[in-house]
């Protein structure tokens, strides 16, 4: 969402539509790529089983954190730079991918030395390498793609994320099958990472990125630009990392296993609510600037479809959790069900905090959502110290009070999201469709319960059917909802008779 805060000319006459093919791109490659990489969370799972793959979630949350230092908010910083002046594409990009070679073996030696410190085995540390490693291929992979967003194409990051993800399906469903264990995984995952790259690279040119120079003018820019995005980033990644911590020391390795699969899944469960947010945030920024009725209108509208679409999501993670955790392994993973079950309630407002927050920052009040996100950082120190061990002495899965925790954390989300508001946002017509999805989830739940001794492939389609048949006749979906959704279709039809 950073890259709306870009300063860039005013937009010409056709720049709606093309904002409109860029988020579409980045969307349908995204919902292509999730199919694909929820197929392998499960086949590593199985394979590796519950403690490997704990060390899997804990490598991963440790360098994705640790390497926000090497990325430095580029992300933001390399499209800015190139959007103000493309012909110093090469000077950028140059400059950037120097100092991540030169901030990558600092930040690993770093993570090392922190995880020696805090007593994890060798077998976290090999992890951590080979993650850091794949990790820092795909953070050079990022920066070309930055690079080309700068010329307001997406096309070259949508094609490399579906490569990506069908070449790891090529790659490691066979690993696995051979006997791979998580040090090969992670290495065919830094080949895949280094194979995009590539071809990522052969296209930089026609896009119109020239030879790559570095400049250390260009590098103290990019660092000094890049600290507030490198602020928002690190008070996001910091309550994983404190879950994370506190799980590993207060729970036996396979709980932390158990908590890697249901927390590998809610990127799949939220994927809807991130992919309206990602449409939606441009227009709100346009239309706070222009038309503050409008903006009041989209905003509304916004929580009211997520209040839509989070009924099946949340009551069906609550209600089929046993049947998903199934994908893992019951006999290995089962527990793992009871964290899902917990993160249900999360799922449920993690839809209207994301609307919220994105409305907020087109607003011009990030400050105010950077504190509250702040806070839950403070919630999750406070809490899980608590939790984790309550829960591990009394029911034998100590990740059950993460999960606990990091509901209340989102309560204080929507809570003071809410109270965040501009006025005439949040109204009796968003409280009303709140009520018409409790009650079709209710339906929902209801019907699934009568049909639990069937299977699920019976059960699912008519609680979901459930679902949809009481938010009709409760009239929860209003003429501007379906000529949204009218719309949608419209355009991405439109988009797939381009070629696009």
């Keep these: 969402m950073t890259d709306a805060n870009v300063a ?15 988020t579409l791109l980045l969307v349908v490659a995204k919902a292509t790529a999730m199919p694909i990489s929820i197929l392998l969370t499960t086949m590593m799972a199985r394979y590796l089983g519950p403690e490997d793959f704990g060390y899997l979630y804990l490598s991963a949350t440790f360098v994705g954190f640790g390497f926000l230092f090497v990325e430095w908010g580029q992300s933001g910083t390399l499209p800015a730079q190139v959007a103000r002046d493309r012909s110093r594409a090469g000077e950028v990009l140059g400059s950037g991918l120097a100092w991540r070679g030169v901030s990558a073996p600092v930040v690993y030696a770093l993570l ?55 070449l790891n399906l090529l790659i490691v469903p066979p690993v696995l099958m051979l006997g791979g264990r998580l040090a090969a995984v992670l290495v065919a995952s830094a080949v895949v990472n280094g194979i995009v790259l590539l071809l990522v690279g052969r296209a930089l040119r026609p896009v119109g990125v020239g030879p ?19 602020l928002t980033g690190l008070t996001l990644a910091l309550q994983p990392n404190i879950d994370a911590v506190f799980l590993s020391k207060l729970a036996p390795a396979e709980v932390v296993g158990w908590h890697a699969a249901a927390y590998r899944l809610l990127g799949a469960l939220v994927f809807p609510a991130a992919a309206l947010v990602s449409a939606l945030y441009p227009t709100l920024c346009r239309l706070h600037a222009e038309d503050q009725r409008g903006f009041q209108e989209t905003a509304r509208g916004a929580l009211r479809t ?15 959790a046993d049947d998903v955790i199934r994908l893992f392994s019951r006999k290995a993973f089962g527990p793992a069900a009871e ?24 607003a011009g009040r990030q400050r105010a959502w950077a504190s509250l996100q702040g806070l839950c950082v403070v919630t999750s120190l406070i809490l899980d110290p608590v939790l984790v061990p309550w829960f591990q002495q009394r029911m034998g899965n100590g990740g059950l009070g993460v999960c606990l925790a990091t509901v209340f954390s989102e309560v204080l989300m929507v809570t003071g999201g809410v109270w965040l508001m501009p006025r005439g946002v949040v109204n009796r ?11 079709a989830g209710a339906a929902m739940a209801f019907v699934a319960r009568l049909l639990s001794t069937t299977s699920f492939w ?24 379906v000529e949204l959704l ?3 279709v419209r355009r991405k039809a439109a988009q797939t008779a381009d070629g696009h």
Aim: with cysteine; hydrophobic share 55%.
């Design 112 to 166: 090392a030395i922190g995880c020696h410190a805090l007593g994890y085995p060798w077998q976290l540390q090999l992890a951590l390498a080979l993650q850091s490693l794949s990790i820092g291929v795909g953070g050079l992979l990022a920066a070309c793609q930055d690079i080309v967003r700068g010329f307001e194409r997406t096309d070259v990051a949508a094609r490399s994320l579906v490569t990506n993800q069908f």
């Design 429 to 439: 017509d968003l409280a009303r469709s709140i009520v018409v999805t409790l009650s």
């Design 486 to 488: 009218k719309s949608i």
């Design 458 to 481: 019976a059960a699912a389609p008519a609680a979901g059917l459930a679902y949809a048949a009481v938010v009709w006749v409760l009239g929860g979906v209003d003429e501007q909802q």
């Design 306 to 320: 997520a209040a839509l679409v989070v009924g099946p999501v949340a009551f069906g993670t609550a209600v089929f």
């Design 8 to 22: 860039v000319p005013p937009p010409a006459q056709g720049s709606q539509g093309l904002v409109l093919r860029n």
């Design 212 to 230: 790559l120079i570095f400049r250390r003018a260009t590098t103290r820019t990019l660092v000094l630009d890049g600290w507030p995005f490198l």
């Design 339 to 362: 964290n899902l079950r917990l993160y249900a309630p999360f799922v449920f407002l993690v839809y209207f905090s994301m609307p919220l927050g994105a409305s907020l920052m087109a």
